[in-house]
């Protein structure tokens, strides 16, 4: 198993299907934001670098806007340090920590959950950095987590076992399923 991990919390993007920010909304005794920085950080993470115009939690805005979650990555890849990383959408406050320890223990370079691109580990050196560069240069279609694990050929655990903990909340009927689940 995987000793020492760090992570990426995204958590900027338009939020346009939401109509609000998602980061901002609230969970728990704060935000999803908060939460699931506390999560990752419980579950034992070294340090949670947060995607997006956050600075309460020293967020790195986006230097390209409107490039996804894979243009986000890709901007922040020069950041990250070699070792493993978790990918973390703001949107999953179900996550649990047996999950993440579960994508941890893959000796892959790249897994995450059979038809979910997140959450995601990536083991990060000048190969994966290399790929990620190139995936997120690419247009709109061609620049996707998807693309991305394709190439790194990921490991894909089965989706059974985590199916509640992977819903995330991407419209306001979402985000009202998702609150009625706590």
Do not use: Y
């Amino acid at each position: 198993m995987t000793r020492e991990w760090r992570a990426v919390l995204l958590a900027g993007g338009r939020s346009s299907r939401m109509g609000t920010e998602k980061a901002a909304l609230p969970w728990g005794d704060g935000t999803l934001l908060k939460h699931m920085r506390t999560l990752l950080l419980a579950a034992g993470a070294n340090d949670v670098v947060v995607s997006g115009n956050h600075p309460q939690f020293d967020g790195i805005p986006d230097g390209m806007p409107d490039t996804g979650p894979m243009g986000a990555l890709a901007q922040l890849a020069p950041r990250l340090q070699d070792g493993t990383w978790m990918v973390v959408p703001v949107d999953m406050p179900l996550l649990s920590a047996d999950l993440l320890q579960a994508l941890l223990a893959t000796d892959a370079a790249c897994a995450c959950v059979e038809d979910h691109p997140l959450p995601m580990v990536l083991r990060i050196d000048a190969r994966v950095r290399a790929v990620m560069d190139e995936i997120g240069a690419c247009e709109e279609r061609a620049r996707s987590l998807r693309a991305l694990q394709a190439r790194l050929q990921a490991r894909c655990m089965p989706a059974p076992p985590w199916r509640a903990a992977l819903r995330n909340c991407n419209t306001p009927e979402a985000w009202s399923a998702l609150r009625a689940m706590r």
